[in-house]
C-alpha cells in the first residue's frame, strides 16, 4: 500500500476491570493511525475521545439539570397623548381608555373583577408568597402609569394616594362621571368658551 510504512497494530493491555488502554502503531503520515490497512484514518482528536471513554464508571460526574422558572408575560400600555383627561372630556377620555384596556385584555384590573391576590398563603402552618401575587402587582403598576401618563397635570394629585388601577380608575370616576358634578363642569367650560352676542337673547345664549 502507498504511503503506508511497516505493519499496523493495536495492542490492549488491561489495568482495570473497566479501564483500557489502547497502543497503535504509528504510520507515516502525521497525526494519523490506522487500526488496519483498509480502515480510516483515527486522527489525535478521535484518539483522545478513546481515553475518555475509559473512565471507570463509578467515577462520572452527576448529571445537573437546570429548570427555568417562567415568568408570567408583561403587557406594557401605552395611551395616546393626543387626548389626555381634562375636567370637561372625561368621556371622551373613558372611552379612549377602555377600548385599548379591552383591546389588551386588561379592563379586568379597573373593573372590579380581578381583584389582587393575597401577598401571602399558608402552608402546612407558615406563610409563604403567594406564587401570582407578583405577577399582578407588576401587572398593575404598569397599568398605574399609563393611566397617570393620560392625565392632564391638574388632574394627578386626584389620584395621588390611589393603591392599584381599580382605586385609580374609581377616584376619577366619582368625580368626572356623576351626572351633577360633571354637567355643572361641562357647563362652566362651555360658558367660558361661548359669547353672547348682542342680538341672542338670554334663552338662546343658554
Known sequence: MGGIHGSSAITEHTHGKNEKLVDMAVFSRPGCYLSSPSSPCISDRHLSSFSSMSTDSSNESPIITTIPVTTPSLTIVHFPSSLKLLSNNYLGWKTQVEAVLHGLDLFKYIDGFFPPPSPTIDTFGRSIPHPDFQAW??????????????????????????????????????????????????????????????????????
Do not use: C, E
Not at 164 to 171: E, P
Not at 182 to 198: A, E, V
Open 137 to 206: 402587582f407588576r401587572q398593575d403598576r404598569l397599568l398605574f402609569g399609563a393611566l397617570v401618563g393620560s392625565l392632564s397635570l391638574p388632574i394627578v394629585p386626584l389620584i395621588t394616594n390611589a393603591t392599584s388601577s381599580f382605586d385609580a380608575w374609581k377616584i376619577l370616576s366619582n368625580t368626572y362621571a356623576s351626572p351633577s358634578r360633571g354637567h355643572i363642569k361641562q357647563l362652566k367650560h362651555r360658558l367660558k368658551q361661548s359669547s353672547k352676542t348682542p342680538t341672542q337673547s338670554i334663552t338662546d345664549y343658554m
